[in-house]
């Protein structure tokens, strides 16, 4: 059974959550293109760029914007 605390994989490094974020995804990429397995799938990638674009949406026209589930996330 995994841990359910988040481990910092650069620790005792002294970073700030966005580059310990970066500094994983980094890391996990390295395993992958090593052989090992996926982390970020280009579905997951997809749908986060499409919820970024409704938020930028909404900040920029300063009204709440109404999102979907897009096929692409199946």
């Given amino acids: 059974m995994p841990s359910p605390f988040y ?3 650069v620790a005792p ?8 974020a970066i500094a994983d995804c980094l890391l996990r ?3 992958y293109v090593a052989g090992g397995e996926s982390f970020y799938s280009l579905a997951e990638a997809c749908q986060d760029r ?3 674009i409704a938020l930028e ?3 920029r026209e300063n009204r709440p914007v109404v ?3 897009q096929a692409w996330a199946d």
């Fill in 67 to 69: 999102t979907s589930r």
């Fill in 50 to 52: 499409y919820l970024d």
């Fill in 13 to 20: 490094g002294r970073l700030y959550d966005d580059e310990i």
């Fill in 29 to 31: 990429m390295a395993g």
């Fill in 57 to 59: 949406e909404s900040l």
């Fill in 7 to 9: 481990r910092n994989p």
